[in-house]
């Protein structure tokens, strides 16, 4: 691969907060490549919150900016390279690369295995740059090569085997289950055959998948799920496979919430949830929200239980307290007001009818909700529409707790 010149870097950094279409348009000197620099351009716009240290590192050349957006992010990146150790961990969808960067920097050796030449260029010239010297770098089926790539390694096994499965069909459109991914790793026989060659199996799947029916598919083989959010929104869903068959009740589940100065997790096994006793009752003080990976967990009873919180109707998901809870892992509001869903009752608490709307267990939409109340969007009051245990529809209206201390 041909380095930049620097020439090249400055243009792309001077550029870097361009419309990448006026780019195109412009006249530029001759001998100037502008289709090489404007897509350098693109890709690191879309790396800029991503992937901040790629997106610092002058040197790099970027692949196309569809591999960005497959791409791990560097923080869930880091999260997934703290669960491994060891000598080996091979990363059979190497892709980008960004997650063989924070592998190697938790592994003795790394080997990066790909299938897409241009990705490998990028990735041999790409990681060394980036401190990675403790990698190799394949170009084939990385499932198809294991027993090459174990045989020199102590027991002929790696300690970890890392998969991230193409979820886009032949249309190139996204799908979501696992037997409809490539490799599809459900197919009988096969789990069997690649944990002859790794102690443990990291699979990271779509944050939309069912996890019960994951479960069910790998054959009871799975030790930990991992869900993985940023900043309140589900980013990766993961699976560490073992030898051992696993029954669902002590699968561990691992909720993450990576907030920009914190990380806020909420741990627990199937059986805690499964046994949890809950008490339900009407919104009291405060009115905790949990955040998405907690919600994707399906930790519905043990959240309540854990934080000592009343539920406010089974299937409603909303938990309250007369004393304030400041480790809940997800948002904490102050009950002001707990209204019938009725717009001249909701105007004598907010004249301007400005707020911010959640529905929970409520059987109109935001969107419906929102037009019916003639609510816009926005301000410091959050309204939850919700049923409560008696199947009263009603609207609590609230405000941050954060705020309100402040």
Known sequence: ??????????????NLSTDVRSLLLRSHPVGTDIRKLVAQVLARQKAR?????????????FPPALSIEQASSERTA??????????????????MGVDTLAFSRRTGRVVYVEQQPELVEHARYN????????????????????????????????????????????????????DDCEPDITQPGELDRLLRYTRKIMVKVSPLLDIDLALKQLNS???????????????????????QVVDKNDVKFNTVNLLPDAVVDLQFHWQEELSATVDFGNPRTYLYEPNA??????????????????????NSHLYTSDSLKPDFPGRIFILNELIKPDKNTLKKHIPDLKANL??????????????KLSLREGGGIYIFATTLLNGDKRLLITQKADLVQA
Request: aromatic share 8%; net charge positive; hydrophobic share 45%.
């Open 1 to 14: 691969m041909i380095p930049l010149t620097d020439a090249e870097k400055s243009f792309i950094r001077e």
């Open 49 to 61: 919150d991503k992937l901040p240290a790629w997106y610092a590192t002058d040197a790099l050349i």
């Open 78 to 95: 880091r999260y997934k390279a703290s669960l491994v150790q060891g000598a080996l961990l091979v990363d059979v969808t190497g892709g």
């Open 127 to 178: 990681l060394p740059l980036l401190g990675v010297t403790n990698a190799e770098y394949l170009i084939g089926d990385g499932l198809r090569m294991l027993d090459g790539i174990t045989a020199a390694s102590p027991e002929k096994k790696a300690d970890w085997l890392y998969l991230d499965p193409h979820r886009r069909d032949e249309q190139g459109g996204k799908v979501v289950k696992l």
């Open 221 to 243: 083989r799975v030790e930990t799920v991992h869900i993985i959010a940023v900043q309140g929104e589900v980013k990766e869903l993961l699976f560490v496979i073992g030898n």
């Open 293 to 314: 990976a907690v919600l994707k967990a399906g930790a519905f009873r043990v959240t309540a239980a854990r934080y000592g919180l009343v539920k406010l109707a089974p």
């Open 358 to 371: 959640t529905t929970r267990n409520f059987p109109q939409s935001v969107a419906e909700l929102r037009k």
